[in-house]
């Protein structure tokens, strides 16, 4: 570990927590925008997630 970098073991807030299903509004898809691109975030019959762009 170099003078740069900072290693916090026990973060000071919890990032935040979004239900896949309220984003994909009960269904499989969802669009997600970062830096003006979109992307998608799919759910699979197996119950994964996939996030193309």
């Known amino acids: 570990m170099n003078a740069i970098t900072r290693f916090e073991p026990h973060p000071t807030h919890t990032p ?4 896949v299903y309220s984003l994909t509004r009960g ?24 996030l193309t762009k």
């Open 27 to 50: 269904g499989t898809l969802a669009q997600i925008m970062l830096d003006g691109k979109t992307y998608q975030l799919r759910i699979t019959r197996a119950g994964k997630l996939i």
């Open 16 to 19: 935040p927590v979004h239900d």
